[in-house]
């Protein structure tokens, strides 16, 4: 089981994206979805993460005001639109199953079903 981050591409500064996180084998109703992303040479880190229901928001400081997750649970799908892309936006993009519903933590090592990530780069 693992969740699917699709959507990344090759913008320039000021430009957008909205990548979708997509289960595949589970549902995701009762999981906080978090959003991360590695740099070459980076560790990876976390952007945006969500509670089950949506009530419970996090954004890193590095996106907020830029960056907007949501999910449609319906879809079991898990979206993030990015605005306002900068080069340092570049990066695989990740989506990752939080350990229960609340958004207890935003640590990547307590998250699981990672997938294959999505490149998004921002051309300068």
């Known amino acids: 089981v693992q969740l699917q981050a699709s959507g990344g591409g090759l913008v320039q500064t000021g430009g957008s994206l909205t990548l979708s996180c997509a289960a595949s084998?589970?549902?995701?109703?009762?999981?906080?979805i978090g959003w991360f992303r590695q740099a070459p040479g980076k560790e990876r880190e976390v952007v945006s993460c969500?509670?089950?229901?949506?009530?419970?928001?996090y954004y890193d400081d590095s996106v907020k005001g830029r960056f907007t997750i949501s999910r449609n649970n319906a879809k079991n799908t898990v979206y993030l639109q990015m605005n306002s892309l900068k080069p340092e936006d570049t990066a695989v993009y990740y989506c990752?199953?939080?350990?229960?519903?609340?958004?207890?933590?935003?640590?990547?090592?307590?998250?699981?079903?990672w997938g294959q990530g999505t490149q998004v780069t921002v051309s300068s």
């Open positions: 969500i509670s089950s229901v949506g009530d419970n928001i």
């Open positions: 084998g589970f549902t995701i109703y009762d999981k906080a």
């Open positions: 990752a199953a939080g350990p229960g519903g609340l958004l207890i933590t935003t640590h990547p090592a307590e998250f699981d079903s």
